[in-house]
Each structure stands twice: as C-alpha cells, then as structure tokens.
C-alpha cells in the first residue's frame, strides 16, 4: 500500500513537471539543462520531467509602464517637471529573457534620457506646442534599442509639463497681456469701421441729396420751359387770330377804333394822375396822325 502512495506520489510529480498549460497571451521560455530549449505556445505542452523547466514566463499583452517624473532642461535654460507614460509590448521571449536582465528598467531608463534629450533641443514654448513630435522621437529612440530585448515599444504620451512658478507666473502675464492687446485691436478695429460706415453713410447721403436737387431742378427748368412754350404757342394763336381778323371786312375800321380807344383811354389815365403834368396837343389831329401811322404799320406788316 505504501509502495503504491509513492508510486503514485512520483507519478504525480512526473505529471506536474512534465505537462504544462500555458494560458493565451503568453509565453514561456524553457531550459533543458541550463540551456534555452524552446517557447511554449498557449494550450497544452509536454516537458521532459527534471530536465526540461520553465525559466521565464512573459505576457504579450500591451503593458502600460509609468515613467518617473524628472526634470529636463530645455534648448533657453527653462527647468521643466515632466512624467510620461510608456506603452510596450514582448514581441521575442527568447530576447527578452536573455537580452536583458530587465528590460523593465532598461525600458524606463531610456525614455527618461530619451526624453531629456529632445527636450533639450527645444525652447520653452515649442515643448507645449509639439508634444506630438517628442512622442514621436522618444518612441523611435526607444524602439530601435529595445529591439535586442524582444520589446516592441508603441507610444509613448507626456501626462504633464509644468514649469516653475516663477515662468508659470510669467507665461500667465504675457497670455493675459495678448488677450489685452487683442482687445485693444479688436476695440480699435471697431471703432475705425464705425468711422467708416458713418462717411459712408454722410456722402451717400450727400449724393442721394444732390441727385435729388439736380432733378428738381431739371423738372423746374423743364416746367419753365413748358410754360413759356405754351405762353409763346398762345400769344402766336392770338396774334394769328387777330391778323385773320384784321383780315376780315371792317378789320381795319376796328383796329382803328381800339388803337383810338387806347390813345384815349392813356390821355385819361395820365391826366388822372395829380402829380402829372399834361400837355395838351394844340391840334387834336396828331391823335388822328398816330392811328394813321399805327394803322400804317399793320398794313406794312401784313
């Protein structure tokens, strides 16, 4: 009974060093005899008892890596506090068994000079402004050494920058003196348009004042023109009618009659008029001479 416990027991150890699951994402690496022999892959695999063990087991999952915050020293002699974090993933797990003896360390190591480094060539604001492209080098720095150690790096982010107090306070100054100075030319810009639309709107004022004057006075000249023409057509029809009236029998006779009428008729408005000296002709027959010659006249004219 006793011989079958051990056997047993012996049987037990033989399975346990011999079969091994390896769970998905992973790998481990075995030696045989001190000797790197091979990677187990996930699933189920045999060992030789005693011979054969696990000496390394990595994860191939993507593994975040906090790297301490350090100070770097920018290109204008600015000391920045900057923390960042790594993203790499085990690629090999032959090389990052026997590459390094901790690549874990080597990793972090590396990103802290590697970044020290880029910063280094770039002034105070370019830090803030390209965050971006000091990723993009630390990463390339750090993956083309972490090659020999199975590890592949994929990003790298800075969680933050702060600078001094003092260079805080003064880049709050200066962010608070171009708010200021753009106000003052948004204020100034608004007041230059303000002048702007006012000029504008007095001269097309202006004009729209001078077009309508010169209308009013092409309408009234055209209105004064109109009303001569017409008085002008009118003392035309008149006189036609009066020269078809001369022309008819007893037309002279009348002409007569009128222009002696209107001989008589300014002797009376004369002789009216206290302050009016009135001569008298001494022959009455110059009033009959003046219609002879007015009557004269007509005739010449006809």
């Given amino acids: 009974m006793e011989i079958a416990v051990i056997l047993f027991v012996i049987a037990a150890i033989f399975i346990w060093q011999s079969v091994k699951v390896v769970p998905q994402q992973h790998a481990w690496v075995v030696e045989r005899l001190g000797k790197y022999n091979g990677t187990l892959t996930p699933g189920l695999n045999f060992l030789m008892p005693f011979i054969d063990k696990v000496a390394y087991k990595h994860v191939l999952k993507e593994i975040p890596l906090d790297i301490p915050s350090q100070v770097c020293i920018t290109r204008d002699n600015t000391q920045l506090q900057v923390d960042g974090i790594l993203y790499f993933q085990v690629t090999d797990a032959m090389r990052a068994s026997y590459g390094s003896s901790n690549y874990i360390v080597a990793i972090s190591q590396l990103a802290q000079t590697t970044l020290r480094s880029v910063i280094g060539k770039l002034e105070l604001d370019k830090t803030f402004e390209e965050r971006a492209i000091i ?47 753009r106000a003052l030319i948004a204020a100034s810009e608004g007041r230059r348009q303000e002048q702007i639309n006012i000029a504008t709107g007095e001269r097309e004022a202006f004009i729209a004042r001078s077009e309508g004057e010169k209308q009013a006075a092409i309408n009234n000249a055209q209105g004064e023109a109109a009303a001569i023409l017409a008085v002008a057509e009118a003392n035309a029809q008149a006189i036609e009618r009066v020269a078809a009236a001369i022309r008819q029998p007893g037309g002279e006779q009348a002409v007569q009659l009128k222009v002696a009428e209107k001989a008589v008729e300014a002797y009376g408005k004369v002789a009216s008029d206290a302050t009016t000296t009135l001569i008298v002709p001494s022959n009455m027959t110059e009033v009959s001479a003046l219609v002879a010659s007015a009557m004269k006249m007509i005739q010449t004219t006809k």
Avoid at 170 to 178: L, P
């Fill in 135 to 181: 990723n993009a080098q630390v990463v390339q720095a750090i993956d083309e050494a972490a090659l020999n150690w199975g590890v592949k790096v994929l990003r790298y982010e800075i969680k933050d920058l702060t600078p001094p107090k003092e260079i805080l306070h003064a880049m709050q100054q200066q962010i608070t003196a171009e708010r200021e100075k």
